[in-house]
Every structure is written in C-alpha cells, then in structure tokens.
C-alpha cells in the first residue's frame, strides 16, 4: 500500500508562486513509479496536470499550466514537487498527487492506483 500525503497549499494572490509536495511513504519505494499531479476546481470534474515517468526524464503538462508549471521528483527521498509560478485564478482547486504501478503514467486518471487527500490551492485575484 503507497500512502501519499501532499502539502504546499495555501491562498495567494495572482501572479505569486507556490510548490506542493507530496510525501510517498510505503513498504516499498515508489521511486520507480510514474507519478501525477491532478486538480479538481469546485463544481468540475478532476483534470490532469502534470505527470513524471520514474526516471524524471518524461514530463508532461496540461496546456494551461505549460511554462507555468513545473513537476520534479526527489527519487531517494519519495517526494514529488508541483513548482507552480504565475498562479491565476482558474488554477484554484484542490491539488492532487497521484502515483501509478507503472513506470510511466501519463494524463489519464485510471493508469493512478494511489492518491492523496490533496491540498487546497486558492488564488485570488
């Protein structure tokens, strides 16, 4: 079982910055799992972000967030960044970290088997 817990979030106004975190703590290391970012805004259904392949190597964005956005990974020590810069108002939602069996993931939320409980982000403007 991969229990991940994220933090980071808070309230900021637009055109600050902010990096979530999230804590992946398992029997075993996740270091060699594909691992994502999502987002639910209130009212719409949850949306991919920004995914990382096991290696660091592989990155891919949601459109809007593209320049903005960054994902990196900590492999030794099982934590995944979101480095979000410019934030706006549409990126207000609750974050979430997920993380899949597979080596490479990718945008879509059924190849995740753990999630976190996720982290509010609120961007005002």
């Known amino acids: 079982q991969v229990q991940l817990v994220e933090s980071g979030g808070g309230l900021v106004q637009a055109g600050d910055s902010l990096r979530l975190s999230c804590v992946a703590s398992s029997r075993r290391t996740v270091s060699n799992n594909g691992m994502g970012w999502f987002r639910q805004a209130p009212g719409k259904e949850r949306e991919f972000v920004a995914a990382?392949?096991?290696?660091?190597?592989?990155?891919n964005y949601l459109d809007a967030v593209k320049g903005r956005f960054t994902i990196s990974r900590d492999r030794i020590k099982n934590i995944l960044y979101l480095q979000m810069n410019n934030l706006m108002p549409e990126d207000t939602a609750v974050y979430y970290c997920?993380?899949?069996?597979?080596?490479?993931?990718?945008?879509?939320?059924?190849?995740?088997?753990?999630w976190g409980q996720g982290t509010q982000v609120t961007v005002s403007s």
């Open positions: 990382i392949a096991w290696n660091g190597g592989n990155t």
């Open positions: 997920a993380a899949s069996r597979q080596a490479v993931a990718g945008s879509r939320m059924d190849t995740y088997q753990y």
